[in-house]
């Protein structure tokens, strides 16, 4: 069988880049699942679908038409090919991703897209579930956490970088109401996996945290 890495974790707590940068030293396929709600939110908003039809979402995601294309370190992504990559990092979209990964029909609908990821040589997966849904059997699962304190700073840094003006506290405000909708929804509410390994990223820099998890894979 094809190994996964499982990467989970509140957003912030730096899944995406730890996750692409694993993939890349292992040369391993990368999943994005966070990208795939975003991506359904940003099609409903396009299809006039409203955030709470449920079945009407579900069928948003079933029919997704999306292509990630890898260029060089950089993925760009297409929705009914049209370039989403920026639109789908706004607050705005996360914030209407989160609601639409609340609902059970959307979650389901994504469940294949998000598998067929698995091919050789291997997969890191990075999401909320995918050690506790998508991929139980997983030999190595990763849930990654940091202050909500520090994930406000790093998604203020981010912004800054890519010349978006932003406050801090209200991010702070952002990420502390995400995390919360995240963990006490329902369906796929985020926690670590009974077998998932915790590691706290607050005092840690990214080559440290790619470091220990090469490590953790070849142990
Ligand atoms: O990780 P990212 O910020 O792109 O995810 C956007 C939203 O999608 C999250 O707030 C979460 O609600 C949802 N999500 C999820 N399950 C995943 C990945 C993301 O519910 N596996």
């Known amino acids: 069988v094809v190994p996964v890495l499982t990467v989970d974790g509140p957003g912030g707590a730096g899944k995406g880049t730890i996750s692409r940068l694993v993939a890349e030293r292992l040369g391993w396929h990368l999943l994005d699942s966070g990208a795939l709600y ?61 609601q639409v990964a609340a609902l059970p029909a959307v979650r389901q609908a994504l469940l294949k897209r998000q598998r067929d990821f698995r091919q050789a040589p291997g997969l890191v997966a990075d999401g909320r579930d995918m050690g506790t849904v998508v991929f139980t059997d997983a030999p190595l699962k990763i849930f990654l956490t940091a202050s909500a304190e520090e994930r406000a700073r790093r998604r203020h840094l981010q912004l800054q970088e890519a010349g978006v003006d932003a406050n801090l506290s209200s991010l702070l405000k952002e990420i502390q109401a995400r995390d919360a909708r995240d963990m006490q929804r329902s369906v796929a509410p985020l926690k670590p996996a009974d077998d998932a390994i915790t590691l706290d990223t607050t005092r840690l820099t990214i080559p440290e945290v790619v470091d220990r998890l090469t490590e953790l894979l070849t142990e």
Do not use: M, N, W, Y
Not at 55 to 79: N, P
């Open 38 to 98: 975003r991506l359904t939110a940003l099609a409903a908003a396009k299809h006039e679908v409203p955030l709470d039809d449920e079945a009407g979402l579900a069928e948003v995601a079933r029919e997704l038409d999306v292509v990630f294309r890898a260029e060089g370190d950089a993925t760009t992504v297409l929705l009914e090919g049209r370039d989403a990559t920026t639109t789908i990092r706004t607050e705005q979209i996360g914030d209407a991703a989160s």
